[in-house]
């Protein structure tokens, strides 16, 4: 069975920074990328940012692009997200997310095969 655990989540004050990390486990896993979703309270669950394994390469969305990267190791079990520059905004739950193959689009959630429990940014103003 395959398990995504996220960790690195935690209360911060704006401006501050925070490291996310994604371990997947489980003998049938593989992926042809990963990626970041986050709900906040009341919202409904946004991509953040992805990587494909295929030369690694990082997509994100807007509201984050220069304060936050996505990286991989090359197991391909492993994704982290730098958040940098932290915004009030910015508080959600943060899921991490595999996708089996290239089908589809690396911004939507359905096309998303395994996802982490989840794991609770707070940034303070």
């Known amino acids: 069975q395959v398990q995504l655990v996220e960790t690195g989540g935690g209360l911060v004050q704006a401006g501050g920074s925070l490291r996310l990390s994604c371990a997947a486990s489980?003998?049938?896993?593989?992926?042809?990328?990963m990626g970041w979703f986050r709900q906040a309270p009341g919202k409904e669950r946004t991509f953040v940012a992805a990587i494909t394994w295929s030369g690694f390469s990082p997509y994100y969305a807007e509201s984050v692009k220069g304060r936050f990267t996505i990286s991989g190791d090359n197991s391909k079990t492993s994704v982290y997200l730098q958040m940098n520059s932290l915004k009030p905004e910015d508080t959600a739950v943060y899921y991490c997310?595999?996708?089996?193959?290239?089908?589809?689009?690396?911004?939507?959630?359905?096309?998303?095969?395994?996802w982490g429990q989840g794991t609770q940014v707070t940034v303070s103003s």
């Open positions: 489980g003998r049938t896993f593989s992926s042809y990328g």
């Open positions: 997310a595999a996708r089996r193959t290239s089908s589809g689009y690396y911004w939507r959630e359905s096309d998303y095969d395994y």
